[in-house]
């Protein structure tokens, strides 16, 4: 568990220009794009599900009292 929680503490700088250089080679530049849409709706429907999840709590309660 330490040794888990000593590597996140090391990155810095150069290793994320690394990351990005990797995913460069990996994807290519035209294949980016697609990827990050994806990402952000993948977010974007996660945030969504948590905000539905904190609601419905509120709505049952309402309906109790």
Request: aromatic letters at 4%.
């Amino acid at each position: 568990m330490m040794l888990s929680l000593t590597f996140l503490g090391m990155i810095g700088g150069p290793q994320i220009i690394l990351i990005i250089a990797v995913v460069l080679l990996l994807f290519g530049g035209r294949k980016i794009p697609e990827l990050m849409k994806g990402l952000g709706s993948g977010i974007k429907e996660f945030k969504n599900a948590t905000k539905e999840e904190e609601e419905k709590p509120k709505v049952e309660e309402e309906g109790k009292g």
